[in-house]
């Protein structure tokens, strides 16, 4: 039986192969016209591309670049802006981080905190327990979680004492939204 062995330019292909890793789409463009969750679902394909990519960009001022040639329109707009700042000689957004800030705070919701407060007020569960903790997930991610914590979920619940009809619950010593968490 004859084995098979392979080419140099064949094994130059596999390890190609394996050292691209995982393919993922681009984001698609964002014109800057409908903010709020469209904006957040921009950065969020723009930081999964980033982190299944890492190796294309050599430095935050890449990664900044990138994003805005995905931006057109009302976006584009704004993204010139930052061209400016960022080649500038003392530039202020100098890290992915600060880019990320300054997008949100030019087209991300500027209630989003409040509504997610009212969401987690409001939120009573009618289904599964696995539908009320996603929902109690995602709105918990925009509140700035500390005593307010309590505050928030408490009417809703007998959570003040610990017990409800249904079920006894161990009250988190620490009022953190990991502490929430764990009595859901």
């Known amino acids: 039986m004859a084995t098979h062995t392979p080419t ?4 130059l292909a596999q390890i190609a192969a394996l050292a691209t890793g995982p393919k993922v789409a681009v984001p698609e463009k964002y014109d800057g016209k409908k903010q709020g969750d469209k904006a957040y679902k921009f950065i969020a394909a723009c930081e999964q591309y980033i982190v299944l990519s ?3 960009f050599a430095s935050d001022n890449d ?3 990138w994003a805005l040639g995905y931006m057109t329109e009302e976006a584009q707009k704004w993204a010139l802006i930052i061209i400016k700042d ?3 000689a003392t530039p202020t957004i100098d890290t992915w981080g600060k880019f990320r800030q300054t997008f949100e705070h030019a087209f991300g919701d500027p209630d989003r905190t409040a509504k997610a407060e009212t ?3 409001n939120l009573c569960q009618t289904g599964s327990a696995a539908t009320y903790t996603a929902e109690f997930s995602k709105q918990a991610h925009h509140v700035t979680w500390n005593d307010q914590c309590h505050d928030y979920v408490a009417p809703k619940s007998n959570l003040n ?3 409800s009809s249904i079920i006894t619950i161990d009250y988190p010593t620490e009022r953190t939204t990991e502490g929430y968490r764990t009595i859901l």
């Open 119 to 121: 969401a987690l007020r």
């Open 63 to 65: 990664l900044i670049n």
């Open 8 to 11: 140099y330019d064949q094994l």
């Open 54 to 56: 890492a190796q294309q």
């Open 86 to 88: 960022i080649t500038s």
């Open 161 to 163: 004492t610990g017990t």
